[in-house]
């Protein structure tokens, strides 16, 4: 018997308030492995307000400390490639290499942020890390904006020079 997902809400399981579920199926063997809410408004909007109470919290929390956590959060799934790429194996039916590709796609999402709050700039420690410049000045004080163009040979074949 598949057991029923619940959701995730303001960092704990909680129930969805909708009875209708949707399966989950494992492709490679054709069964039902789990049942998941089919949410409506409601719990949509139970998660939404407990992502507002949220923000301002996470807004006061110093860029440095907010980048800390984020790398911590993306150590984490860097260890857990291997469990994550077997999950999705398991619901998708993709070979193991193409479900490490997936989780790695999701966890290399670019965020934008401040060179200099990345400690592998090897600004972190330095006058230039320590400035907090936050919001879009700080976007615009420590990002460079680049145009890069290629041009296409006479032949039409991508990615020659001509």
């Not at 018997?1 to 209708?20: E, Q």
């Not at 789990?34 to 992502?51: H, I, L, M, T």
């Not at 956590?69 to 077997?86: D, G, P």
């Not at 320590?130 to 615009?140: I, M």
């Amino acid at each position: 018997m598949a057991h029923l997902r619940g959701n995730y809400i303001d960092g704990k399981a909680v129930s969805a308030r909708v009875t209708v579920t949707t399966p989950v199926f494992n492709p490679s063997r054709g069964e039902v492995i789990a049942q998941v809410p089919a949410c409506g408004e409601d719990d949509v909007e139970r998660a939404a307000q407990a992502a507002r109470a949220a923000l301002p919290g996470w807004a006061e929390t110093p860029p440095n400390e907010r980048t800390r956590i984020l790398f911590r959060y993306r150590q984490l799934l860097e260890e857990s490639l291997e469990s994550l790429a077997r999950q999705v194996i398991r619901e998708h039916g993709k070979t193991f290499e193409e479900a490490c590709g997936e989780v790695r796609r999701g966890i290399n999402v670019g965020v934008p942020a401040p060179m200099a709050l990345f400690p592998f700039s090897g600004w972190n420690q330095s006058f230039f890390g320590d400035l907090h410049v936050q919001g879009q000045e700080g976007l615009q004080f420590y990002t460079r904006a680049k145009v890069v163009l290629a041009r296409w040979s006479a032949g039409g074949k991508p990615g020659t020079w001509s």
